[in-house]
C-alpha cells in the first residue's frame, strides 16, 4: 500500500512539475503584407485564329507564413485596372471591361481567399481557395511555386488555366476559348 502511495505522490509531482516549465516556443503565424507594385496578374486568351495578353493589377493583400511556410492568405484583384499589353490595347480592354466580359463598372475587384495549402516538395503547394468573379464564387485549386518564405519577404508564382464560364463570362463562347492561362506573381514582406 505504501507503495502504491508512494509511486501515486510521486507520478503526481512529476506532473505538477512539468506543468510549471516553460514549453517550447514555437513561432506564430506570421502576416505579410503584398508589394502591389510588384505583383500581378499576368493573362493570354486565346481565339482560333490569335490571341491577346494583359495584365491586372494586384489591389492589395496578406500571406500567412508560418516556419517559412505558406499557410493563408488573401487577395483583392483590380479588374478595372486592367491592361491589355499587345496590339489590341485600348480597344479590347474597353471590351473586357464591358458587361460582355468583366463588367468592371459593377464588379471593379476580384478576390482569392486561401483555405488550403498542402506541400508536395519543399517548394511546390497546392493552392485551395474560393474565387469571387462578378460577384459569383467558385473553389479552385493549382499549384505554386513558393521561391521564398522567410523574414526577407514573401515570393511565389503560380501558372495555370481558369475556365471563365464558371463566372457568367461566357461572350463568344465556340469562338474564344473558355480556358484563360494565368500567371500569378504574388510579393509580400512584414
Known amino acids: ?33 503584398v508589394t502591389p507594385q510588384k505583383s500581378r496578374v499576368d493573362f493570354t486568351g486565346s481565339k482560333k485564329s490569335d490571341f491577346h495578353t494583359g495584365i491586372i493589377p494586384i489591389k492589395s493583400g496578406t500571406v500567412k507564413i508560418d ?12 479588374v478595372a485596372g486592367m491592361k491589355v499589353t499587345d496590339a489590341a490595347g485600348d480597344k479590347l480592354a474597353g471590351h473586357l471591361s464591358s458587361a460582355d466580359f468583366f463588367d468592371v463598372a ?9 483555405s488550403a495549402v498542402k506541400y508536395i516538395t519543399a517548394d511546390k503547394a497546392t493552392l485551395t481557395g474560393s474565387v469571387t468573379l462578378k460577384g459569383i464564387t467558385n473553389q479552385i485549386s493549382f499549384e505554386a511555386i513558393i521561391r521564398s518564405a522567410d523574414e526577407k519577404g514573401f515570393f511565389a508564382e503560380a501558372f495555370f488555366p481558369i475556365d471563365r464560364t464558371l463566372f457568367g463570362i461566357n461572350y463568344g463562347v465556340g469562338a474564344i476559348d473558355t480556358q484563360v492561362q494565368l500567371a500569378v506573381h504574388i510579393y509580400a514582406s512584414k
Open 1 to 33: 500500500m505504501k507503495k502504491i502511495i508512494l509511486s501515486s505522490a510521486f507520478a503526481i509531482a512529476t506532473v505538477v512539475l512539468f506543468s510549471f516549465n516553460n514549453p517550447t516556443t514555437t513561432k506564430s503565424v506570421e502576416t505579410f503584407t
Open 67 to 78: 516556419g517559412g511556410k505558406l499557410v493563408g492568405g488573401s487577395f483583392v484583384v483590380d
Open 106 to 114: 459593377k464588379f471593379g475587384e476580384a478576390t482569392f481567399n486561401i
